[in-house]
């Protein structure tokens, strides 16, 4: 003789945890009280975890420039995926998205120091976005970590800086790099930085060669398939980089805007460092016109 399965009782739904930890104290809350904290509690966790996804998972991004028309547009908003690269190298060809130094100024040099003997003054510019052609050791600065490279390859050695002199111009000062110095505190510079996100389209990553001939980016030799159709302008003042055959350093990545004719990009300032890559852009949220996946997630176009 069968029997009739037990229905399983409903399990009751746990109060909210706070509520739980007031009981356990001896305090009585009304059901309006528990129904409230609950509200809270729910509003506490969705808040941890949209900071948890932008901090860790993803950005949301919008383009001031037409740098990178048609590909993104002035005014373009997307979000950016900040974990594919912690897992794997960008591929040439792709759109990514990195921090961009614009501006590093001196704002007190010390006493006695190698950077004053040298002549460097507070308030020199040692780079600034509107001119690309200071920096140190004869090249741009796109990045803090790159002056300190450059300082710490020096040791021992003289270093050059090209600053940019409020009412003066551009100085060209050697300063005595001591033997120990790593960084720009080494040389007695103290300074204020202000840096942007940037996004490019990856050219070529460290290792490679990149030359534009004729207007065609070639890539050790062979031209890169993704940016084929597209014509790059090289006579521009202040373009040093990919004019001539350029090697691309270890550790770093030659990138150029889709607007090819005017885009602020590795042709001026040279190349970004690893350290700097934020990651790669992959839904469009706005204009609502081109609302979806983009710059190859989901079979969408590069």
């Known amino acids: 003789m069968s029997s009739w399965p037990r229905r399983r009782r409903k399990k009751e739904k746990k109060p909210p945890w706070i509520v739980r930890l007031l ?72 759109v990514i998205v990195f921090w961009q130094l614009e501006e590093l100024q001196v704002t007190a040099v010390e006493s006695g120091s190698p950077a004053a003997v040298a002549g460097i003054q507070s308030g020199d510019w040692i780079t600034h976005v509107q001119y690309p052609t200071i920096g140190i050791g004869g090249e741009p600065v796109p990045s803090v970590r790159t002056a300190n490279r450059r300082i710490e ?88 980089y990919g004019v001539a055959p350029t090697f691309v350093p270890r550790g770093h990545y030659f990138v150029l805007g889709d607007n090819t004719m005017n885009s602020y990009d590795s042709r001026y300032w040279g190349f970004v460092p690893e350290e700097e890559l934020i990651g790669a852009p992959f839904f469009r949220v706005w204009p609502l016109a081109r609302f979806g996946p983009m710059n190859g997630y989901w079979w969408s176009s590069l």
Do not use: C
């Open 23 to 94: 009981r356990r104290r001896g305090v009585r809350l009304s059901p309006r009280a528990e129904w409230a904290l609950g509200w809270a509690e729910t509003i506490v966790e969705v808040g941890l975890i949209f900071w948890l996804t932008i901090t860790f998972v993803t950005v949301r991004m919008t383009v001031p420039t037409g740098s990178m028309n048609p590909t993104i547009a002035p005014g373009d908003s997307f979000f950016v995926d900040i974990l594919t690269y912690h897992f794997r190298d960008p591929v040439p060809g792709r």
């Open 153 to 240: 390859a020096a040791q021992g050695q003289i270093l050059q800086f090209i600053v940019l002199r409020e009412a003066v111009g551009h100085q060209t000062l050697s300063v005595s790099v001591p033997g120990d110095a790593r960084n720009l505190a080494s040389l007695g510079i103290k300074y204020r930085s202000r840096q942007e996100r940037y996004v490019k389209r990856l050219i070529a990553i460290g290792g490679q060669t990149v030359q534009i001939v004729g207007g065609k980016v070639m890539v050790d030799g062979a031209p890169l398939a993704t940016v084929a159709g597209r014509t790059y302008w090289t006579q521009g003042s202040g373009m040093q």
